[in-house]
């Protein structure tokens, strides 16, 4: 395996892929209203696969596989993979990509949680903390009505009705994408204690090809593909390289220098450039109110894992 890389390439790997996961969870918006959920996951596994072919080809320094790291590997494509991509995709398209920035923002409370359950590392009085705001910031966005400017009146309030409950589905779909990041977090540090990134990055993409196989064939046979818009592939392309190669290849490069307990920080640009991307490309808008339940949410990051002025971190923060 190759050396780890300095300090300050890890964390610019680290920023790199929180910043492109954001952008990306924006972009499924179009995506998945042009394309099937099963059948836009298998595309994107299958596109990478054949991307990543050369990387998976055995290192002559790696070690052989042991029956624990297969099973790790597979779990993490299970959870970080397959479940989060269909929790993802399928929250964004019932709600809003700023609402999946603010949701997103509770990873590292969700991190620290799992890393103390899994890990046995020590969380302290501020990891709660973190928790708490992270929970604040979510339970006021479901405050935060599903359309700006709509007014509710009997004639129309069915269909009010209706629209919250799917803003409602969408934002419990994101929460369990949160926890599948999470999981993906704590079982991605002890991957790359046994394999290069780059191995790490083809294996977990073949499985969540597997996984989304079935479902992708079904909904395939069904699918008009001359409808789909030119514009809708090459964002389908840019998507499937970002979501499944470059940013997966980016964080466990990264992970291979920063503990798991100070990579929380680079979380912070998940939820940003998911919300300026909804709102610089997607035409959404910012309300006063997702604007508090993102400051709150991203107050919780910066609780989690920002150390006291003369103490070492040692709250546990996450992917």
């Not at 499985?207 to 593909?225: E, K, V």
Request: hydrophobic share 55%.
């Amino acid at each position: 395996m190759s050396h780890p890389p300095s300090k300050p390439v890890a964390y610019f790997c680290l920023g790199l892929s929180m910043t492109m996961v954001g952008c990306y969870v924006a972009l499924t918006k179009p995506l998945v209203a042009a394309i099937p959920v099963f059948l836009l996951a298998w595309l994107r596994f299958g596109i990478a696969a054949v991307a990543m072919a050369p990387w998976l080809r055995k290192t002559g320094v790696e070690v052989p596989m042991t029956r624990q790291t297969r099973g790790l590997l597979f779990l993490e494509s299970f959870f970080g993979n397959f479940l989060f991509t269909l929790c993802m995709i399928t929250g964004v398209s019932l709600t809003s990509a700023v609402s999946a920035g603010v949701i997103m923002a509770a990873i590292p409370a969700a991190v620290a949680v799992f890393s103390w359950i899994f890990l046995k590392e020590k969380a302290n009085a501020r990891t709660w903390w973190a928790i708490a705001l992270a929970v604040a910031g979510i339970a006021l966005l479901a405050l935060t009505p599903g359309h700006p400017g709509a007014h509710g009146t009997e004639a129309d309030g069915n269909s009010l009705s209706t629209e919250g409950s799917r803003s409602l589905i969408g934002h419990l779909l994101l929460v369990a994408a949160v926890l599948c990041e999470a999981s993906y977090a704590v079982i991605g540090k002890k991957l790359t204690a046994a394999l290069p990134p780059k191995r790490i990055t083809a294996i977990i993409n073949l499985w969540g090809l597997a996984l989304s196989t079935p479902m992708g064939i079904y909904m395939a046979l069904q699918f008009d593909f001359a409808a789909v818009a030119s514009g809708m592939w090459w964002l389908l392309l840019l998507y499937a390289l970002a979501a499944s190669m470059w940013t997966v290849w980016l964080w466990m490069t990264g992970l291979r220098t920063v503990p798991a307990s100070q990579s929380g920080i680079f979380t912070v640009l998940l939820p940003v450039s998911a919300a300026l991307t909804g709102v610089l490309l997607l035409g959404e808008s910012l309300q006063p109110l997702q604007l508090l339940a993102l400051g709150i949410a991203l107050a919780s990051v910066l609780v989690a894992t920002v150390p006291l002025p003369g103490r070492a971190a040692s709250v546990p923060a996450a992917k």
